[in-house]
């Protein structure tokens, strides 16, 4: 736990817990269906596995996370005390998504991204056969250029080295742009008439790629000058 506030408040108390860096975060990957350290890492790409490996172990002390092995296979889950906190992360999201929008370049990574996006592909949306999507961001540094997305009816792999597929679509993307898009700032049409997105295959799947990915999580939240947030009901 982190110092003590020295107050008998709840809200203190559970900050001491909370307020440290990178827990929310780590409770955030857990409540986003991540089990496996290095399925944590994936979701937490500038944590270093020092910091994650010692987060784990202080929100297991606290009775947040539950540590199971199976033979030489050890994954993490929220205990009810840690799913308990759903809820107040979820609000946190929609909170910065109205009222702390601004990204740096710093906020910027495709390893983060496409993690994400892997993660909300709609298997019943994509053709029931082994689908293969490159991902390429021309102005990103070399090593963080070219992506995959292996997408079978049972799984999704994400490659940063060509699996050697034939590839059905290659999105070539701005950065900027394809975040702005899945955070619902931007629409995918609005990028492909700028000419910052490009699809580039059969073009049946070119229509079709958008809708084989779920919402992101934050994605319908209104914005402030929104028209559902100015119609939303004041308390």
């Known amino acids: 736990?982190?110092?003590?506030?020295?107050?008998?408040?709840?809200?203190?108390?559970?900050?001491?817990?909370?307020?440290?860096?990178?827990?929310?975060?780590?409770?955030?990957?857990?409540?986003?269906?991540?089990?496996?350290?290095?399925?944590?890492?994936?979701?937490?790409?500038?944590?270093?596995?020092?910091?994650?490996?010692?987060?784990?172990?202080?929100?297991?002390?606290?009775?947040?996370?539950?540590?199971?092995?199976?033979?030489?296979?050890?994954?993490?889950?929220?205990?009810?005390?840690?799913?308990?906190?759903q809820p107040i992360v979820v609000a946190l999201g929609e909170w910065g998504t109205r009222w702390v929008p601004q990204l740096g370049d710093r906020d910027l990574d495709p390893k983060l991204l496409l993690w994400d996006m892997h993660r909300s592909v709609d298997h019943g949306a994509v053709p029931a056969r082994r689908t293969v999507l490159q991902f390429r961001f021309p102005a990103a540094p070399p090593k963080l250029r070219h992506w995959w997305l292996v997408i079978t009816p049972s799984e999704v792999d994400i490659c940063d080295v060509d699996p050697g597929h034939d590839v059905d679509v290659l999105v070539i993307a701005d950065l900027r742009c394809l975040t702005d898009v899945w955070r619902g700032e931007r629409t995918w049409a609005s990028g492909l008439r700028s000419g910052e997105l490009d699809f580039q295959g059969p073009e049946d799947l070119r229509r079709a790629l958008p809708a084989w990915f779920r919402p992101f999580a934050f994605a319908a939240v209104p914005r402030p000058g929104s028209a559902e947030a100015l119609a939303a009901p004041r308390s």
């Open 1 to 85: 736990m982190g110092a003590s506030y020295g107050q008998f408040c709840p809200v203190a108390k559970a900050m001491e817990l909370l307020d440290e860096r990178w827990t929310l975060l780590v409770i955030r990957e857990l409540i986003a269906g991540s089990r496996r350290f290095n399925d944590l890492r994936r979701g937490l790409p500038r944590m270093s596995p020092t910091l994650l490996s010692r987060r784990l172990q202080q929100l297991a002390a606290a009775g947040l996370v539950e540590r199971r092995e199976s033979g030489t296979d050890v994954d993490y889950a929220l205990t009810r005390a840690g799913e308990e906190l």
